[in-house]
T-cell receptor, first 114, second 115 residues
Framework: DTEVTQTPKHLVMGMTNKKSLKCEQH?????MYWYKQKAKKPPELMFV???????INESVPSRFSPECPNSSLLNLHLHALQPEDSALYLC?????????????FGSGTRLTVV | DQQVKQNSPSLSVQEGRISILNCDYT??????FLWYKKYPAEGPTFLIS?????DKNEDGRFTVFLNKSAKHLSLHIVPSQPGDSAVYFC??????????????FGQGTTLQVKP
């Protein structure tokens, strides 16, 4: 299995809703990442987990809450989002933290906040 | 402040010809560079990378050139194929910094290869 699987592929949520994005990989990678990509913009790093511990938080608002329950799973819990949070959320993994290992990206979750 | 810039939003080439995608960066601490390819409704796919200790890396039809003094890199695709039509992102990182693993992406260049 050489894939990163993200669910759901599409999500529409209201500003008062609570939802979660899920990411799964079975490549034995020990680093996992959340990136956010707005339309016609490059992906921007949100969080990095290394060995199931949060390693980098790019000053992301607390309405985004990451969780790494085990080495294969990465969640992003969403609460009280704003319409400007609508974007493509990409999960990635790599053998170890550090880009020279090459990332494997998932297909993303397209989130719309209404 | 755009640390990685891809100044050409789009590029169109004929099948069989060379495609050259360019990328400029401003941060002299960057020492590792990657190219990703992205199809619609899919995540970016890693293509090729280069360390700052090299000036060229080749993998099949793909070659990346790095000019550190000019803070410029380019991706050459020869020969170009219609299946290469996609958005290409240049990305950079500073290994060993406190942000190890953080990739800074350019805005992307949409390549269209015409049959």
């Amino acid at each position: 299995d050489t894939e990163v699987t993200q669910t759901p592929k599409h999500l529409v949520m209201g500003m008062t809703n609570k939802k979660s994005l899920k990411c799964e990989q079975h490549m034995g990678h020990r680093a996992m990442y959340w990136y956010k990509q707005k339309a016609k913009k490059p992906p921007e790093l949100m969080f990095v987990y290394s060995y199931e511990k949060l390693s980098i938080n790019e000053s992301v608002p607390s309405r985004f809450s990451p969780e790494c329950p085990n080495s294969s799973l990465l969640n992003l819990h969403l609460h009280a989002l704003q319409p400007e949070d609508s974007a493509l959320y990409l999960c990635a993994s790599s053998q170890e933290q550090g880009s020279n290992y090459g990332y494997t990206f998932g297909s993303g979750t397209r989130l719309t906040v209404v | 402040d755009q640390q990685v810039k891809q100044n050409s939003p789009s590029l169109s080439v004929q099948e069989g010809r060379i495609s050259i995608l360019n990328c400029d960066y401003t941060n002299s601490m960057f020492d590792y560079f990657l190219w990703y390819k992205k199809y619609p409704a899919e995540g970016p796919t890693f293509l090729i990378s280069i360390s700052s200790i090299k000036d060229k890396n080749e993998d099949g039809r793909f070659t990346v050139f790095l000019n550190k003094s000019a803070k410029h890199l380019s991706l050459h695709i020869v020969p170009s194929q219609p299946g290469d039509s996609a958005v290409y992102f240049c990305a950079a990182s500073a290994i060993g910094s406190s942000n190890t693993g953080k990739l800074i992406f350019g805005q992307g260049t949409t390549l269209q290869v015409k049959p």
